[in-house]
């Protein structure tokens, strides 16, 4: 301590208060805090700030936030209004009780308008919080009346009140505190009904966006772009105020800028700088905009499909709980995109995604547990989703616990069970209407009604499902349930082919070789029979080969012949295997 220093140690406390903030402003902090220590030690409520203000930073001595807490307290019971605002923020964000908090320097109220869930070390205590807020809001602080507003709106309902919140943000707001008028545009939005409140919404935003609060700005922009009574529409105007809000740190913000420029909304396009504000908001831990850069990577255009960077995303979003990401992870692991096939993986994805609620990876988890995939307990878990969104009224619900029903996935297998289930989702859900039939026609689970069948066949052939069309036709060709009509048998067999139907293109390979009244078509035979083969119809690949080994559509190959009777001998066809046992071998 210098000479000067020395003498104002002897001096009064609060001649050594002055010399302190004098040395902190020029950097000398080392030198003014033990003159700082004097005068809060002498119960000087300013000093005393200024002495937990040091131990929060760790300017002149070691950071402790302890000894901030202790000494932010006592600033606070000398009615210090400054102090009584800091400490009740942070009360409000779990730090005043705590030891040791790191993440406590810097926490200030704006933090608690920030619009994203700040930092807490451990639970908020609004009772205390409200406490201090209080004795500061009616001492005539615009930040505590601001700060006193937010805990009567959020706090647990013993001490909710929103007609005093909107008073004292009305208050705030006339002192021209920034949180305030934040806060009086939030309580109009809730509080009022009349249309025209959206003009002095925007007002009071637009107030507290010119102190650069980045949710005010990033709520303006929102209200700008949708566009409102009294608040013209101009997305220019809101994509700008969303970048500022960005710049800020605002995470939305970050977010919904980066979502403009990749698709240009109300400014130029820019895919990599908006991948690249994705990402900032991502890694700040919004788990929409990892999922975002997920899919830009995962289904190419915009970007290359790159899906080892795609999973590195997803997974991140799945992380924080995004049900979305984690299905989409796991088809990632289902299919090797990325890396290797793993279904131990995939099933993990899917376990998480769908414990959280998501009906579609309840679905794709069902169907890895059919195929042998999952944990033991999976199939249970599946079965009882399905069983409560089914007594819930879904029919959704109503269709998977039939399915789960009729195969014993989760449940003992029960016929009756599984067709009560099938028959409600039957009133809407088209593959529902198909099962049904098929155990109409087969009498499982219900007694056999062919006429009944064909009706539900119908309905699901008219809602376009493939294999909907595939059993009409073959009612239609064989007069089951109703007349004979080939005719229309045909039509539904080549709408089913066009949709990929291996079945429906066998079926029309077999009618243009013969039978049922048809004119008979070598030709087209021999090109259904081709496209279903490719598709790994082992029937089709037989016959595939038995036209190229005689040569009976006018294209004699007989080495691809038996490579085609090869291919369905592998699949178990046993005309196949009696086929080759009969032919010499042939080479290519």
Same mark, same amino acid.
């Given at each position: 301590? /210098?000479?000067?220093?020395?003498?104002?140690?002897?001096?009064?406390?609060?001649?050594?208060?002055?010399?302190?903030?004098?040395?902190?402003?020029?950097?000398?902090?080392v030198e003014a805090f033990p003159l700082l220590a004097r005068a809060a030690k002498a119960g000087i409520a300013e000093a005393e700030f200024g002495i937990a203000q040091c131990y929060l930073e760790g300017s002149g001595v070691p950071a402790n936030r302890s000894e901030a807490v202790r000494w932010l307290k006592s600033a606070a019971e000398h009615d210090y209004l400054d102090a009584q605002v800091l400490l009740s923020s942070f009360y409000l964000q779990g730090f005043a009780n705590e030891a040791n908090v790191a993440a406590a320097s810097g926490s200030q109220i704006d933090q608690l308008f920030a619009g994203d869930e700040p930092a807490t070390? +451990?639970?908020?205590?609004?009772? =205390?919080?409200?406490?201090?807020? $209080?004795?500061?809001?009616?001492?005539? =602080?615009?930040?505590?009346?601001?700060?006193?507003?937010?805990?009567? &709106?959020? !706090?647990?309902?013993?001490?909710?009140?929103?007609?005093?919140?909107?008073?004292?943000?009305?208050?705030?707001?006339?002192? !021209?505190?920034a949180q305030g008028h934040l806060g009086? #545009?939030?309580?109009?939005?809730?509080?009022?009904?009349?249309?025209?409140?959206?003009?002095?919404? %925007?007002?009071?935003?637009?107030?507290? =966006?010119? =102190?650069?609060?980045? &949710? %005010?700005?990033?709520? *303006?922009?929102?209200?700008?772009e949708a566009g409102a009574?009294?608040?013209? %529409?101009?997305?220019?105007?809101? %994509?700008?105020?969303?970048?500022?809000?960005?710049?800020?740190?605002?995470?939305?913000a970050q977010a919904r800028w980066g979502l403009a420029l990749i698709?240009?909304? /109300?400014?130029?396009?820019?895919?990599?700088? /908006?991948?690249?504000?994705?990402?900032?908001?991502?890694? #700040?831990?919004?788990?929409?905009?990892?999922?975002?850069v997920g899919d830009l990577y995962a289904r190419g255009g915009a970007f290359p499909p790159n899906y080892a960077e795609a999973a590195t995303w997803y997974r991140r979003a799945a992380e924080a709980g995004h049900a979305g990401a984690a299905r989409a992870l796991a088809s990632l692991y289902l299919t090797g995109a990325s890396q290797t096939q793993d279904k131990e993986e995939a099933a993990r994805w899917l376990r998480r995604s769908?414990? #959280?609620?998501?009906?579609? +990876?309840?679905?794709?988890?069902?169907?890895?547990?059919?195929?042998?995939?999952?944990?033991?307990?999976? +199939?249970?878990?599946?079965?009882?989703?399905?069983?409560?969104?089914?007594?819930?009224?879904? *029919?959704? @619900?109503?269709?998977?616990?039939?399915?789960?029903?009729?195969?014993?996935? /989760?449940?003992?297998?029960?016929?009756?069970?599984? #067709?009560?289930?099938?028959?409600?989702?039957?009133?809407?859900?088209?593959?529902? $209407?198909?099962?049904?039939?098929?155990?109409?026609?087969?009498?499982r689970g219900v007694a056999p009604d062919l006429k009944a069948a064909r009706t539900w066949f119908a309905k699901a052939a008219e809602a376009g499902l493939a294999d909907g069309e595939v059993a009409l036709a073959e009612m239609f060709l064989n007069a089951r349930g109703g007349p004979s009509s080939p005719g229309e048998a045909v039509q539904l067999f080549e709408k089913a082919a066009a949709k990929g139907h291996s079945g429906a293109m066998f079926a029309l390979g077999a009618l243009n070789a013969g039978g049922h009244g048809l004119p008979i078509d070598r030709a087209?035979?021999?090109?259904?029979?081709?496209?279903?083969?490719?598709?790994?119809?082992?029937?089709? $690949?037989?016959?595939?080969?038995?036209?190229?080994?005689?040569?009976?559509? @006018?294209?004699?190959?007989?080495?691809?012949?038996?490579?085609? *009777?090869?291919?369905a001998a592998a699949q178990g066809v046993a005309e196949a295997e009696q086929d080759l046992g009969a032919a010499p071998a042939m080479h290519a």
């Open positions: 301590m /210098g000479v000067v220093d020395q003498f104002f140690g002897r001096v009064s406390p609060a001649a050594s208060l002055q010399r302190a903030k004098d040395l902190r402003q020029v950097g000398r902090a070390s +451990s639970a908020p205590d609004f009772e =205390s919080a409200a406490g201090w807020a $209080q004795r500061a809001a009616e001492a005539g =602080s615009a930040p505590a009346q601001a700060l006193l507003g937010y805990i009567l &709106t959020n !706090g647990p309902e013993s001490i909710r009140d929103f007609d005093k919140a909107h008073r004292y943000y009305e208050h705030s707001a006339a002192a !021209g505190c009086l #545009a939030l309580s109009l939005m809730r509080r009022e009904r009349d249309p025209r409140k959206w003009r002095r919404v %925007a007002e009071e935003l637009r107030r507290a =966006s010119e =102190s650069r609060l980045p &949710t %005010a700005t990033f709520l *303006l922009a929102v209200l700008i009574p009294g608040v013209p %529409a101009d997305a220019a105007a809101a %994509a700008q105020l969303c970048r500022e809000a960005a710049e800020l740190g605002q995470r939305s698709e240009g909304k /109300g400014v130029e396009q820019d895919l990599a700088a /908006g991948e690249s504000w994705l990402r900032r908001a991502a890694l #700040a831990g919004d788990a929409q905009s990892a999922a975002m769908a414990e #959280a609620g998501d009906a579609a +990876s309840q679905v794709d988890l069902a169907n890895l547990v059919v195929q042998g995939g999952g944990e033991v307990d999976d +199939s249970a878990k599946v079965a009882r989703w399905f069983a409560d969104s089914a007594v819930a009224g879904d *029919l959704v @619900g109503a269709f998977n616990i039939g399915m789960c029903l009729a195969k014993g996935v /989760g449940v003992a297998r029960d016929d009756q069970e599984a #067709a009560r289930w099938l028959r409600n989702a039957a009133e809407g859900v088209p593959e529902a $209407q198909y099962i049904y039939g098929r155990m109409l026609a087969e009498g087209a035979a021999q090109r259904w029979f081709r496209a279903a083969a490719e598709q790994g119809h082992g029937h089709a $690949q037989m016959m595939l080969g038995r036209y190229l080994a005689s040569g009976v559509a @006018g294209d004699l190959d007989p080495a691809e012949g038996r490579k085609w *009777l090869e291919r």
